[in-house]
């Protein structure tokens, strides 16, 4: 099986696994579909469920400046202002193509979400410049190749634990010649993940993998550039592992000022399930058992 060839694509695909390897629509609605009014309580206005990009020379930063900080630094990476056509892989509750068409002149948005509730909540929108679509990237197959591509903390959900380091390569391996098939020539992505930091996969323990994420896992900065090795050349790298931190104590803080709304909303068993794994991840950013990788990529036209 190989990928389908987009119109101006000059790279040829390699062949692709049978089978898809990444969490299921089930696994991700295990983790999103909690309920919509839930996450208003502890996100930002906007909200934003990902890692935050802080002003570190301003104290007064707030986290939706953050946030709002967070989609222009993917937008202007990706070269996505006044593009044709961009796409978003991992939808969220569409802070980010709400972004791209009122504030950077894109005339199309298609975001890709295995989410019920987040596609509910994006197409409550009715925004006609912004296409959200049920799906994984592993069954899209666009007609025209798109300007950029975004890509914010998708990246876990992409191979499931079980799989062999060769098999993880080969799954993101296949990603990132998808992605070089989707852009035109000389095309842009910006990419933000979680990733392993100075930590073994196996000491992660299961609360995370069962309970908040089920069927995902992260990579390894080695993994990402094995795996994209010419196919994009890597531009720029950041790691703000502690901007996660100062996210993750945000989230937290805002759950606990709203923690009788929130036990209301989803029972006081789901509320203490997030708030172990937001303390979790204060301490995991803050030791370095994992970093906080955005990544600015540009395609090889004519990969060797």
Not at 213 to 220: A, G, N, V, Y
Not at 266 to 275: F, H, I, L, N, S
């Amino acid at each position: 099986m190989k990928a389908n060839k987009i119109e101006n694509s000059d790279v040829s695909s390699e062949a692709i696994p049978a089978d898809y390897k990444g969490a299921s629509a089930e696994a991700i609605q295990h983790h999103y579909d909690v309920g919509n009014e839930f996450y208003r309580l502890w996100l930002d206005n906007t909200l934003t469920y990902s890692c935050a990009l802080w002003d570190e020379d301003e104290t007064n930063d707030t986290l939706e400046l953050a946030q709002l900080r967070k989609l222009d630094f993917h937008i202007r990476n990706a070269r996505a202002q006044q593009a044709q056509h961009v796409l978003e892989i991992g939808s969220g509750w569409g802070s980010l193509p709400k972004r791209l068409v009122d504030v950077d002149g894109v005339e199309k948005v298609t975001t890709l979400t295995l989410s019920q509730a987040q596609l509910q909540w994006i197409e409550s929108f009715q925004n006609s410049q912004i296409e959200t679509r049920l799906e994984n990237w592993f069954h899209h197959f666009p007609q025209q190749p798109y300007d950029s591509i975004i890509l914010i903390e998708a990246f876990e959900a992409f191979v499931q634990r079980d799989l062999s380091e060769a098999e993880r390569i080969e799954t993101y391996r296949t990603f990132f010649q998808r992605c070089h098939d989707w852009l035109k020539p000389g095309g842009w992505m910006s990419l933000q993940t979680i990733a392993w930091g100075n930590m073994r996969r196996e000491d992660l323990g299961e609360f995370i993998p069962s309970e908040i994420f089920p069927e995902s896992d992260l990579p390894t900065l080695a993994d990402i550039a094995k795996a994209s090795e010419r196919i994009f050349e890597v531009v720029a790298l950041r790691n703000d592992r502690k901007h996660y931190e100062r996210t993750h104590r945000n989230w937290l803080s805002m759950l606990k000022a709203n923690r009788s709304a929130a036990v209301n909303l989803v029972g006081e068993e789901t509320v203490a399930r997030y708030e172990k794994y937001l303390k979790m991840s204060i301490v995991g950013f803050y030791t370095g058992k994992n970093d906080l990788l955005r990544l600015t990529l540009r395609r090889i036209d004519s990969p060797r």
